[in-house]
């Protein structure tokens, strides 16, 4: 069983920065790929990013590449996402979640936190 914990969300200006965190419990954190998904009002959950779990290999949706950094420490049991540039179509409630296989896919993910809003203006 692994519980997840997102913060850092928040209303920021366009073009500028936040960094969630997401803390987990559990003693195999390090065993499980790690995602971040979003979902604005009216819209799907859509993918972000994702690293896996022991080499740190990281993938991107496009609309994000370049701007966010997916990151994660072990030792900490938690994953970051670092978002820069941010733009008001960025604005969405934020998942992070837990997968046993390395996947964009959010079906294949089994533990999801509540979420954290962010609202970026313009």
């Known amino acids: 069983q692994v519980q997840l914990v997102e913060s850092g969300g928040g209303l920021v200006q366009a073009g500028g920065s936040l960094r969630l965190s997401c803390a987990a419990s559990g003693r195999t954190f390090i065993n499980y790929a790690m995602g971040w998904f979003r979902q604005g009002t009216g819209k799907e959950r859509e993918f972000v990013a994702r690293?896996?779990?022991?080499?740190?290999?990281?993938y991107y949706t496009d609309s994000v590449k370049g701007r966010f950094s997916i990151s994660r420490d072990n030792a900490q049991k938690t994953v970051y996402l670092q978002m820069n540039r941010l733009n008001p179509e960025d604005t969405a409630v934020y998942y992070c979640a837990a997968a046993q296989v390395v996947s964009r896919d959010p079906g294949q993910y089994m533990y999801w936190g509540q979420g954290t809003q962010v609202t970026v203006s313009s």
């Open positions: 690293i896996s779990g022991r080499v740190g290999s990281t």
